[in-house]
């Protein structure tokens, strides 16, 4: 995938990432306004909350719309923070721009839809503004100013996350996107006020860019989200504890511990080729016997036999049968291949 950026220019206080906080919900006037007042002398520059807030389940209080504009119109002028909201038609871009909306992020369920990103995309041709979710349509449509929001993602399994982090999606898309600004939402990752702290510093540890987090002036009394809400007080030391990493601090030490990194690596493919070249020799073996490629009960007992040995080595055995199964998948194409010529 190739995108045409250009960079968001987020404020922030040089000392963290910038954060994007403010409530789920704009649910009153003073509720917004108070939020807003106590995180902008928190020192933060860029205010959140949700104006339409339509909800798997209906029934729920789902948002007030335009007057909830007029509310962040009201914040931008008295607290200098930029103001953001997510959109999911063209006529909310429409209201947002008039009402001076300076930052939109689409969720998850419109990114998903092909036929609302493309009406989104026509909305926002020829505007400057920057829109986080979502990428390629908006891109195409001339919007150059993106981000990319990680909020995990959901399962029907009882975790200890709402949303599974799936951490190794992100780094999958910095590595082919590396210009594009990555920013953690660790409210909806966790689902729980405990776990924001903690997963803002794996964000970190992880080189992202930014966090969005909700921030609620009385968050047990929220009307939506109320678990992973937390006060701008709770939120400025979440912030503060932050440990920021320096990714481009290279010294002699980490250029050979990497070095060694390479020869294993090395000799980890030399290993493979070993291994599927048995595995051939076995294909033809098959070929010659009339035997079925997959053999269940021999794939079952190597996940077992190396999920234990990697649990006795100090690694996670989901992990090491995650390794293996990738192998079988290429032993038995490798075999196929054999059988078939």
């Known amino acids: 995938m190739e995108l045409d950026l250009a960079p968001l220019n987020l404020p922030s206080d040089n000392e963290r990432p910038f954060v994007i906080a403010g409530p789920c919900s ?24 949700g104006v ?24 931008k002028e008295d607290t200098k923070m930029l103001v953001s909201t997510e959109v999911a038609t063209p006529e909310h871009v429409e209201l947002c721009l008039k009402y001076g909306v300076d930052i939109l992020w689409v969720g998850a369920r419109t990114s998903a839809n092909p036929f609302a990103m493309q009406a989104l995309a026509d909305a926002l041709k ?22 990319a929001i990680h909020r995990g993602f959901s399962s029907y399994e009882q975790k200890i996350y709402r ?11 910095r590595r082919r996107i590396p210009a594009l600004p990555l920013i953690s939402d660790p409210s909806h990752i966790g689902g729980r006020r405990e776990l924001i702290a903690p997963l803002c510093q794996q964000a970190m540890d992880l080189g992202f860019d930014g ?9 047990d009394k929220a009307w939506s989200d109320a678990k992973q809400q937390v006060t701008p007080d709770v939120l400025d030391y979440i912030l503060s504890l932050l440990v920021i990493r320096d990714e481009h601090t290279m010294t002699e030490g980490i250029t050979q511990l990497r070095k060694q990194i390479d020869e294993l690596d090395n000799q980890l493919m030399d290993l493979l080729a070993k291994r599927m070249k048995v595995c051939r020799e076995i294909g033809q073996y098959k070929k010659e016997h009339n035997m079925t490629v997959l053999q269940a009960n021999r794939y079952n007992e ?11 080595c100090g690694m996670d055995p989901e992990f090491v049968a995650h390794v293996f199964e990738n192998i079988h998948e290429e032993s038995v194409r490798q ?3 054999i059988i078939n010529k």
Do not use: Y
């Open 335 to 337: 075999q196929i291949e």
């Open 211 to 219: 966090l969005i987090i909700e921030s609620h002036c009385d968050p």
């Open 26 to 49: 704009a649910e009153t006037e003073e509720q917004v306004m108070t939020t807003a007042r106590e995180l902008a002398m928190k020192g933060c520059h860029n205010f959140r909350a």
């Open 126 to 147: 020829g505007v400057d503004v920057p829109v986080v979710g979502a990428l390629e349509r908006l891109n195409q449509a001339g919007v150059k100013r993106l981000g």
């Open 163 to 173: 949303n599974a982090p799936m951490w190794q999606i992100p780094i999958e898309l």
């Open 52 to 75: 339409w807030k339509p909800r798997t389940k209906p029934g729920g209080f789902e948002g007030h719309g335009e007057p909830a504009l007029v509310w962040l119109k009201q914040v």
């Open 302 to 312: 190597i996940l077992n036999k190396r999920g234990a040995q990697g649990s006795l």
